[in-house]
């Protein structure tokens, strides 16, 4: 069956680094692009971007560039989420989502990565 | 960029129906039929409940249907559960000058 398991919750400084990985399973990773999903404490889910698992393309959305980074292992099925010079107002559970194969929807996710930016 | 707009709470008695709406514009809803819903319980991650507008997921019980009239879509709840209680999201396909896709703000549906 279809699994995607992301790594464990992370506490971090400001201007730290971080990366959540998500280590697919059931599936070949290069056959759904994966995107990446934010949501911040008690707020909405946000659509951060996608990563071409073909070629290791990454689109970010308005708002993710720059300090964000999506890229694969596809030696171990993983896609990764780095955030660079981490602020507080990235404390959220990161989230990534298989595309359902072109229908333009997310239909298997992983569990969720708390990301803590704290002093 | 604007997120697509949810009513904050929508409640109902069991065995009622709830209408939940989800506005968006003519970049996204209005002009794309990838229109999906997802529910999302606490401290859980989202499920995927309708996709395309009104297609059902495999194991995604009928009492859940989607429909679309010009820049909004909304998803129904017929005969509702207990275990229907959770928050949930619409989502689009935003087109225009980059390939995008925009949430709504949510919706959290409270069974009475």
């Known amino acids: 069956q279809v699994q995607l398991v992301q790594s464990e919750s992370e506490l971090k400084s400001p201007g730290a680094s971080v990366k959540v990985s998500c280590k697919t399973s059931g599936y070949s990773i290069t056959d759904y692009a994966m995107n990446w999903v934010r949501q911040a404490p008690g707020q909405g889910l946000e659509w951060m971007g996608w990563i071409n698992t073909n070629t290791g393309k990454p689109t970010y959305a308005r708002g993710f560039t720059g300090r964000f980074v999506f890229s694969l292992d596809t030696s171990v099925s993983t896609a990764y989420l780095q955030i660079s010079s981490l602020k507080t107002d990235d404390t959220a559970v990161y989230y990534c989502a298989r595309d359902n194969g072109g229908d333009f929807d997310f239909d298997y996710w992983g569990q969720g990565t708390l990301v803590t930016v704290s002093s | 960029q604007s997120a697509l707009t949810q009513p904050p709470s929508v409640s109902g008695s069991p065995g009622q129906s709830i209408t939940i709406s989800c506005s968006g514009s003519?970049?996204?809803?209005?002009?794309?039929?990838?229109v999906s819903w997802y529910q999302q319980h606490p401290g859980k991650a989202p499920k995927l409940m309708i996709y395309e507008v009104t297609k059902r997921p495999s194991g995604t019980s009928n009492r859940f249907s989607g429909s679309k009239s010009g820049n909004t879509a909304s998803l129904t709840i017929s005969g509702l559960q207990a275990e229907d209680e959770a928050d949930y999201y619409c989502?689009?396909?935003?087109?225009?000058?980059?390939?995008?896709?925009?949430f709504g703000t949510g919706t959290t549906v409270t069974v009475l």
């Open positions: 989502c689009s396909y935003r087109g225009g000058d980059s390939f995008a896709f925009v």
């Open positions: 003519s970049s996204d809803v209005g002009n794309y039929n990838f």
